[in-house]
């Protein structure tokens, strides 16, 4: 039988009294930090013509630039996912020596500042690097190329899947694997039937989470990457690049570009999200 949820009426008594002082402060603190900021980039760019406009979003260094950054950030979201869920899961349901080391460093990319962890990584990719020296023998380059991008995105976004991931396998119920695993399935079975469904809502979460992150990452990317155009070039580099030009107008263009796709994409997500977690309770 399908569980049923319903939201409180605005009489219902709260912890936090006075529903309507509560929604004033909300409505006014995100117009103060969220409507009113976007609202003026798209009030900057439509000072521009629309051929003005177009010209500049479509221009062959910042498309490139578009697939390197979206591109990237969705592969990166991708393999994090499936290790980050493993990672997870070792951290949910083992028990071993160093784990909380291990659960430590799992954080150090929120921690860290990303500018320290560009500098980090191009030490080590660089082709006198102490990983890099081993690669360059074998025809791989790693610092300045579009590789080195996926790596410092790699490192960013791990703790959102992991993080998101990681509370759902511990509040898991142990007795619905016991059961399927008493009626004759295997493990993989148990998994994909039982556990996988659960933990579907909050990967999506996660990967959403680590793809908005990498959109928009540039202190980790900008060491690594090169900056080399239409190879290494990422859209926030961009955009600083025309802000140094005294390009407001176009800066402005190419981001407000970048924000509508990744709402776009988010919601997206986010549908996913909803319509999985409802499939979940409908079969609760």
């Given at each position: 039988?399908?569980?049923?949820?319903?939201?409180?009426?605005?009489?219902?008594?709260?912890?936090?009294?006075?529903?309507?002082?509560?929604?004033?402060?909300?409505?006014?603190?995100?117009?103060?930090?969220?409507?009113?900021?976007?609202?003026?980039?798209?009030v900057k760019a439509s000072s521009v013509s629309f051929g003005e406009f177009w010209q500049t979003v479509t221009s062959d260094r910042v498309m490139h630039a578009y697939?390197?950054?979206?591109?990237?950030?969705?592969?990166?979201?991708?393999?994090?996912?499936?290790?980050?869920?493993?990672?997870?899961?070792?951290?949910?349901?083992?028990?071993?020596?160093?784990?909380?080391?291990?659960?430590?460093?799992?954080?150090?990319?929120?921690?860290?500042?990303?500018?320290?962890?560009?500098?980090?990584?191009?030490?080590?990719?660089?082709?006198?690097?102490?990983?890099?020296?081993?690669?360059?023998?074998l025809g791989i380059k790693v610092a300045f190329t579009p590789l080195g991008i996926l790596i410092a995105l790699l490192f960013v976004g791990l703790p959102f899947i992991?993080?998101?991931?990681?509370?759902?396998?511990?509040?898991?119920?142990?007795?619905?694997?016991?059961?399927?695993?008493?009626?004759?399935?295997?493990?993989?079975?148990?998994?994909?039937?039982?556990?996988?469904?659960?933990?579907?809502?909050?990967?999506?979460?996660?990967?959403?989470?680590?793809?908005?992150?990498?959109?928009?990452?540039?202190?980790?990317?900008?060491?690594?990457?090169?900056?080399?155009?239409?190879?290494?070039?990422i859209v926030p580099l961009i955009i600083v690049i025309k802000l140094e030009q005294y390009d407001y107008a176009g800066a402005t263009a190419v981001a407000c570009v970048?924000?509508?796709?990744?709402?776009?994409?988010?919601?997206?997500?986010?549908?996913?999200?909803?319509?999985?977690?409802?499939?979940?309770?409908?079969?609760?």
């Amino acid at each position: 039988m399908a569980s049923t949820f319903r939201f409180p009426t605005l009489k219902t008594p709260s912890v936090i009294p006075g529903f309507g002082v509560t929604l004033a402060f909300t409505l006014f603190y995100l117009a103060l930090v969220v409507i009113i900021p976007l609202s003026g980039l798209f009030v900057k760019a439509s000072s521009v013509s629309f051929g003005e406009f177009w010209q500049t979003v479509t221009s062959d260094r910042v498309m490139h630039a578009y697939k390197i950054s979206f591109g990237l950030s969705f592969i990166a979201a991708l393999v994090n996912s499936f290790f980050g869920l493993i990672i997870a899961w070792i951290l949910a349901r083992y028990r071993f020596p160093g784990k909380k080391l291990v659960d430590a460093m799992v954080d150090l990319p929120f921690a860290l500042p990303t500018a320290v962890a560009g500098i980090a990584l191009t030490a080590l990719y660089a082709p006198q690097g102490w990983i890099g020296q081993y690669l360059a023998p074998l025809g791989i380059k790693v610092a300045f190329t579009p590789l080195g991008i996926l790596i410092a995105l790699l490192f960013v976004g791990l703790p959102f899947i992991v993080r998101t991931v990681e509370p759902i396998l511990q509040d898991a119920e142990r007795e619905l694997e016991e059961a399927a695993l008493s009626l004759g399935a295997t493990r993989w079975q148990t998994f994909w039937i039982v556990i996988f469904p659960s933990i579907v809502p909050a990967l999506l979460t996660g990967f959403a989470m680590s793809f908005a992150r990498g959109l928009g990452e540039y202190g980790s990317v900008i060491f690594i990457a090169g900056n080399i155009p239409k190879l290494s070039e990422i859209v926030p580099l961009i955009i600083v690049i025309k802000l140094e030009q005294y390009d407001y107008a176009g800066a402005t263009a190419v981001a407000c570009v970048m924000l509508v796709a990744s709402f776009v994409l988010l919601f997206i997500i986010n549908w996913l999200q909803h319509w999985a977690g409802k499939d979940e309770v409908d079969l609760g």
